[in-house]
């Protein structure tokens, strides 16, 4: 039985902080893949993406590319809009029967897991793995009542300070992305046009 872990998100675009978050998931739940998964859009995000479908997969491959236990998997971005965890795992889970699933969600989006689609199948089907930076405490009491048979895991990561919005906001600010994102990604960026 593999243990495989699901990383969905935007990835708009990706930065270092993924990779540091991702990287230490396979280490610390000691994961034999890690799927990453950009999603088509977000339910929670109406207004789309920066970039194009086609330039986010690309960054997120070169991006991966050196970590051989990361995985691209583009199963969202050939469902149609938008994009639920529900229909996610599911595929994954037809995908590898009988493994054990984890969900990587960042602490930040704990407050919103209660409403998401499907939640109840969700917390049946995967261990929630939650990435929590040093200090930061969940409530494990209040979450087992409002989730009842929830299975979770706290992922102690390492603080980046790196984030979508921040690298978005340098690309328009002209400024460097040196320690940002990996190289391959600032090239793809540079020769990219946003999407309108």
């Known amino acids: 039985m593999a243990r495989i872990g699901i990383f969905g ?11 540091v978050v991702m990287c230490e998931a396979v280490e610390i739940l000691r994961l034999d893949r890690l799927l990453c998964v950009p999603a088509a859009r977000s339910p ?3 207004r789309g993406t920066t970039w194009s479908d086609a330039v986010r997969l690309d960054a997120v491959r070169e991006a991966v590319a050196p ?4 995985h691209v998997d583009d199963c969202e971005l050939r469902r149609p809009a938008p994009s639920y965890t529900i ?14 699933l984890f969900l990587l969600l960042g602490a930040d989006s704990l407050g919103e897991f209660p409403k998401w689609k499907d939640i109840a199948a969700i917390v049946a089907a995967v261990t929630i793995a ?12 209040a ?13 102690p990561t390492t603080p980046t300070g790196v984030s979508s919005t921040l690298v978005r906001s340098r690309i328009r600010a002209g400024l460097p992305l040196l320690g940002y994102v990996p190289e391959s990604v600032a090239r793809r960026l ?3 046009t946003p999407s309108a």
């Open 44 to 46: 929670f995000k109406p």
């Open 130 to 141: 939650v990435a929590v930076r040093p200090g930061h405490v969940i409530d494990r009491t």
């Open 87 to 100: 229909d996610t795992i599911r595929d994954v889970a037809e995908r590898h029967p009988g493994d054990d």
């Open 9 to 19: 998100g935007s990835f708009d675009p990706i930065h270092n902080g993924h990779l």
């Open 143 to 155: 979450l087992a009542e409002t989730l009842p048979g929830i299975r979770m895991v706290e992922l």
């Open 67 to 70: 970590h051989p236990s990361i």
């Open 190 to 192: 540079a020769d990219a």
